[in-house]
């Protein structure tokens, strides 16, 4: 069955610090992997995603995140957090042929001046 | 995504109530889909729509009812409202094309529906 674990359900750093934020799938075909980020009162904005070539995927606001087969991992980055990231962080994934996309269960990022 | 809109944005209502929370888009995307989110729970899909004609049940559709009426509009009702659907409703929509195929989904800004 395929599944999402999101095992930081809250993360706290400082702003200007480096992020890193886990995702670990489980899913029996070819993964297609995305990142979302839910701003209070807003929806879920794409944040970047993986289909498939350069493990390494670059997307808005500077956020980057690296897919790793072996450890079946698509773990977000970011080099220096802006207070503006503070935001509920999703990581989802679909494959070809799925009807739909599964969720993680989310992890909230508080930034503190 | 301001392609995506969702009516009403908060809604607060009773038991025993019929509720409904209509989605509209912009984008032309045939497909269509309406999830909950509830705290430490992510996104959890009730129904989504793959064309007018074709609706199916998603993790948790009991309780919940679509209605496609055209490929722009896709709503959701609560026949009869309880407290444990208090809850954050999105509705998102995905292209046919390229972007269905890997899923990539665009979501509206939700509906804060509680039942009191």
């Known amino acids: 069955a395929q599944s999402v674990t999101q095992p930081d359900i809250h993360i706290t750093v400082s702003e200007g610090a480096s992020l890193e934020l886990r995702c670990n799938y489980s899913y029996g075909a070819t993964p297609y992997l995305f990142w979302y980020v839910q701003s209070p009162g807003q929806g879920l904005q794409l944040l970047l995603k993986?289909?498939?070539?350069?493990?390494l995927v670059q997307g808005i606001k500077g956020f980057e995140a690296e897919f790793k087969r072996s450890q079946s991992s698509f773990n977000l980055r970011k080099p220096s957090v802006h207070w503006s990231d503070a935001a509920e962080y999703f990581c989802?994934?679909?494959?070809?042929?799925?009807?739909?996309?599964?969720f993680g269960t989310g992890t909230r990022l508080t930034v503190i001046p | 995504d301001a392609d995506v809109t969702q009516t009403p944005r908060n809604r607060i209502t009773k038991t025993g109530k019929r509720i409904m929370l209509e989605c509209s888009q912009t984008k032309g995307h045939d497909r269509m889909y309406w999830y909950r989110q509830d705290p430490g729970l992510g996104l959890r899909l009730i129904y989504y729509s793959f064309d007018v004609k074709d609706i199916n049940k998603g993790e948790i559709s009991d309780g919940y009812s679509v209605s496609r009426q055209a490929q722009a509009k896709f709503s959701l009702s609560l026949e009869s409202a309880i407290p444990n659907q208090t809850a954050l409703y999105f509705c998102?929509?995905?292209?046919?094309?390229?972007?269905?195929?890997?899923?990539?989904?665009?979501f509206g800004p939700g509906t804060r529906l509680t039942v009191l």
């Open positions: 989802a994934v679909g494959a070809t042929g799925a009807n739909n996309l599964f």
């Open positions: 998102a929509t995905s292209d046919v094309a390229g972007g269905s195929y890997y899923n990539e989904q665009f």
């Open positions: 993986y289909f498939s070539g350069d493990t």
